[in-house]
């Protein structure tokens, strides 16, 4: 292929994050490929799921991950992900130590020594031991009954802190509350990797499903550091290309960029989406010529966005499940014929995957 341009990066990441079209079928399949995605809002992680498995309903998913097929927990940056099973600990062992290093400042504010978190975490382990899944409330009173006072942010970071040593992780939903489980009982067959093949294996997996990618992106979505990436993408195989675009360097698998008719280049994008989350220079997305100045930066990420052949053009506002509620969407400009019916197809869709 020849030199690529803005319109082949936005195609092939289109085409690579499973936008444009899959073979994929589960949301299993989905995160295994993509090695992980931000999940903090439920509902729109569901959504990123699938609107990238055609056909697939939000109940469907639910039930995968009630059924820990797929699981949630904090990962990277720090936030919520959806992670694989058979991935949790291998990537776990790249990523969480950078988390604690951040979270250190809060540990010390909240005044969560050392001592507290150890003794927490095995009122955890005790406490969930046979799949007893507990809300965030019910391991407050576990902890209460062991003289730890949890509170509010004090009690996020304890949960946090057990989540990023392996001992908790998400557990089924009871109605509309979450649970913990253990760990080592949701995931009783995940590996471990020695660092540097966990290493290359995240760093190909990244650019795998987020490429045409830069070194910059990847430190961003990861939080591994500028030397540990670079280490990584060392240890990619020669199927991996870097080509310099725009004075940038981008690190993909080279492929057709041809899209056709049926592929979904048209869609309304969930809040903190793999799609604009994975990159740390999200310009080349947006219509920086008539987006409004307030949806031009850090807003992008969670203020309902569409988006039009690959590009964000206007905001929609989420139905309700299980309610009539019609999606507005609101385009920055007037949108071309062509363009508005390709966005009343993309509302169709979101309306029935959440029936």
């Known amino acids: 292929m020849g030199l690529m341009t803005t319109t082949d990066i936005i195609n092939l990441r289109l085409i690579n994050q499973q936008i444009a079209a899959t073979k994929l079928k589960t949301p299993q399949q989905l995160v295994t490929h993509m090695g992980a995605m931000q999940s903090q809002l439920f509902a729109m992680a569901k959504w990123a799921i699938g609107l990238r498995l055609p056909g697939i309903t939000d109940t469907a998913i639910e039930k995968d991950f009630n059924d820990s097929k797929i699981l949630r927990t904090h990962l990277m940056r720090p936030t919520w992900h959806f992670v694989a099973p058979a991935d949790i600990y291998w990537i776990q062992s790249l990523t ?41 409330d019910e391991l407050k009173a576990e902890l209460k009954k062991a003289k730890i006072i949890a509170e509010k942010e004090r009690l996020a970071h304890i949960v946090m802190d057990a989540e990023l040593h392996n001992i908790i992780c998400s557990g089924p939903q009871t109605g509309n509350q979450f649970t913990y489980a253990l760990l080592e009982e949701r995931a009783p067959k995940a590996k471990t990797l020695p660092h540097d093949e966990a290493l290359a294996e995240l760093t190909r997996r ?5 490429g045409p990618a830069t070194l910059r992106d990847f430190v961003w979505w990861s939080g591994l550091t500028a ?39 048209t869609f309304l994008m969930p809040d903190y989406d793999e799609y604009i989350i994975s990159y740390k220079d999200r310009n080349i997305i947006k219509s920086l010529s008539h987006i409004p100045p307030a949806n031009r930066n850090g807003d992008v990420l969670a203020n309902h ?11 929609w506002n989420p139905a309700i499940k299980n309610k009539k509620t019609p999606i507005e969407t609101i385009p920055f400009i007037s949108l071309k014929r062509s363009d508005q019916q390709k966005l009343n197809n993309a509302t169709k869709r979101y309306i029935s995957f959440l029936r």
């Open 96 to 136: 969480a130590h950078r988390v604690i290093a951040i979270m250190k400042r809060y540990y010390d504010h909240f005044g969560l020594t050392t001592s507290v978190r150890t003794r927490s975490k095995d009122v955890f382990a005790k406490a969930l031991q046979g799949n007893n899944f507990l809300t965030r």
């Open 206 to 210: 990244y650019f795998t499903s987020r």
């Open 227 to 265: 030397k540990e990436a670079n280490e990584g993408i060392a240890m990619l195989g020669r199927k991996f290309v870097h080509e310099k675009i725009d004075g940038r360097e981008y690190i993909f698998i080279p492929g057709s960029t041809i899209l056709t008719k049926t592929s979904q280049t």
């Open 305 to 315: 966005m569409f988006v039009i052949n690959g590009i964000m053009e206007g905001t």
